[in-house]
């Protein structure tokens, strides 16, 4: 018996580590099945068990039904969302590496721009839309920079900390050999900052998709969040969790298209 104990106990770490292993190499998108198939289990558990109305919470299968029903709507209000998040993307992380490059380059600059980036998080994002419907109208313009505002903060302090932190031996040596301002930043400053840049480029990605909503929330003619008020208004209460859905889609879709993007262009990220 003893023996047998022993064997056992031998045995037990190295089948945990198996399948922690495997658990750790399992494809990210069986991953995001497995728990989309458990969350609408759930959904529907709650619907049954609860009786729950429609008008309150529709089942899964009524808002699947639903999207089969209103495909052209919703296609159409996702393509506008879509370009709002995408030029908002791309907006902020333009603005925010170019403020951090600033605040690197001239250190007085610092003292200027840290208040304002304070400023662009402390400032609800709900307060700042209807101005910039004011200044910018109720087109795609408002949307897209309501969506970088909200991603400049992070992108800027990333790259920002990711430049300022380059191992000072590198730069030390680069300095005895001769190497000008331009050629540190390009060949020793931006290469060290990238891991850390990309960091801010995957929350970007995550929460760009706020600002977009807002804006259409606050004032807009289409788009996925100005469909989820006109339905709710209606009480067509299983369109709004389809566009929702979708919404939830795309910004997921977005993440992980960022992610495998800045791990193919920096493969030394995790090193």
């Not at 728990?35 to 609860?50: A, D, K, T």
């Not at 929350?203 to 004032?219: K, L, N, T």
Request: some cysteine; proline content about 6%; glycine content about 6%.
């Amino acid at each position: 018996m003893t023996d047998l104990t022993r064997t056992e106990a031998a045995t037990q770490p190295t089948n945990v580590q198996t399948s922690t292993e495997r658990s750790s190499q399992m494809n990210p998108v069986t991953r995001l099945l497995i728990s989309s198939v458990v969350i609408l289990g759930l959904w529907q558990l709650v619907v049954v068990v609860f009786q729950m109305p429609s008008f309150i919470l529709p089942a899964p299968a009524e808002v699947f039904l639903k999207l089969i029903e209103r495909y052209d709507v919703l296609l159409k209000h996702t393509w506008v969302t879509a370009q709002e998040i995408l030029l908002g993307l791309l907006l902020g992380l333009t603005m925010g590496l170019f403020f951090a490059l600033q605040m690197l380059m001239f250190d007085p600059l610092k003292r200027w721009l840290l208040p304002i980036l304070i400023a662009s998080q402390a400032i609800p994002v709900f307060a700042i839309a209807p101005v910039l419907m004011l200044w910018l109208g109720y087109g795609i313009a408002s949307k897209v920079v309501m969506a970088a505002i909200i991603i400049f903060f992070p992108v800027t302090t990333c790259c920002y900390d990711g430049l300022r932190n380059t191992p000072t031996g590198y730069l030390d040596l680069a300095k005895t050999m001769g190497a000008s301002k331009w050629q540190l930043l390009r060949h020793i400053q931006l290469p060290a900052a990238l891991p850390t840049l990309a960091s801010g480029i995957r929350v970007a990605a995550v929460i760009a998709p706020i600002g977009a909503v807002v804006g259409e929330w606050v004032g807009s003619s289409e788009g996925l969040g100005y469909l989820m008020l006109q339905a709710n208004a209606r009480m067509i209460i299983d369109e709004m969790f389809a566009a929702l859905f979708i919404l939830a889609v795309l910004s997921i879709s977005l993440y992980f298209i960022t992610d495998k993007l800045l791990k193919k262009a920096i493969p030394w990220e995790n090193q």
